[in-house]
């Protein structure tokens, strides 16, 4: 949603490559009114685009672009990214090596060139979240116990198992999808990507970050820049959905509370940060 510049540079990064396999592209547009259904037409008119009438949220539109690919993987990705020459075969390349992986995500960088950390996380059981939220983890970041939410103690240019990776860009076996089904679109936008990885796990698929293969996000610059409050709200709230259907049947009633006592004083106090702050934001600034 209103996003063209960016989707132009994303475009322009992915049929610049020089791609050894196939693939389309499709497209799903929110009710953009910043001319990117005109830019689209005229500089990309081989791409397939899905036109939306209003802004549907990130989880059903993507799925609408998912269910209309033919291909034997198929590829979430974000508009305000960049892809680095090499990225779509190294990874087609990895999932064909090992079929047991059912998702893969590269090395995810922010514009500096440094590790964006989220893009390969836990599940956040509650540990490892609460790890994340009093900071432990800034503070022991190579420590097992306290830095598994972002799982800092892997190194960046090694390829490791995780457990659940960004929707900046994953690359899904379609054999994964016809066990467990498309993204959950109970989520509005957030942690729809944590939701489907936790489901793939369920059912015995492996998930792999794989840093050959590399893509800049910028983050904080697509639909949510527009509607921050809603976005801080979905945010957490789809947290809380995902907390609720996968993680709350494992725990005693009383961590469950303290879980979602802590969903909702962080909610509190996003907005009331983003209240006072020029800037608004729904997740943390990308440097």
């Known amino acids: 949603m209103n996003t063209r510049d960016l989707l132009r540079d994303c475009l322009d990064s992915l ?42 949220g990130y989880t059903r539109p ?20 960049l ?8 990874l087609v390349d990895y999932m064909d090596a090992n079929p ?25 059981r509650p540990w ?10 800034l503070l022991f970041p190579k420590s097992r116990f306290f830095g598994r939410y972002l799982m800092e103690y892997l190194p960046d240019d090694q390829i490791a198992e995780v457990e659940a990776v960004s929707g900046s860009c994953m690359l899904i076996s379609r054999l994964l999808i016809e066990q467990i089904g498309y993204l959950d679109e109970q989520f509005f936008a957030y ?10 796990r369920k059912a015995g698929w492996k998930i792999f970050f794989v840093p050959q293969a590399q893509i800049t996000h910028f983050g904080g610059l697509g639909g949510s820049r527009f509607v921050p409050y809603r976005g801080i709200y979905a945010w957490h709230h789809s947290f809380y959905l995902y907390y609720r259907k996968h993680l709350a049947r494992e725990y005693f009633f009383l961590i469950n509370g303290l879980v ?6 962080k909610l509190l106090f996003a907005l009331s940060i983003n209240a006072v702050r020029k800037e608004k934001i729904v997740g943390t600034r990308k440097p």
């Open 15 to 56: 049929f610049s490559d020089t791609v050894r396999h196939s693939f389309e592209v499709i497209i799903t547009d929110n009710g953009s009114s910043d001319g990117s259904l005109e830019m689209l037409a005229n500089n990309y008119p081989q791409i397939k685009v899905i036109s939306n009438a209003s802004n549907l």
């Open 83 to 90: 892809l680095h020459p090499g990225l779509i075969d190294t």
């Open 191 to 200: 942690q729809e990507d944590a939701e489907f990885c936790f489901r793939a």
């Open 100 to 124: 047991q992986v059912g998702i893969c995500t590269p090395k995810v960088l922010n514009r500096d060139g440094t590790l964006q950390k989220q893009c390969r996380r836990s599940a956040a």
């Open 260 to 265: 979602y006592l802590g969903i909702g004083i």
């Open 62 to 81: 993507m799925n609408q672009a998912l269910q209309a690919g033919v291909g034997r993987y198929l590829m979430q990705l974000n508009p305000d990214t």
């Open 128 to 137: 490892d979240a609460i790890s994340y939220i009093l900071g432990l983890s």
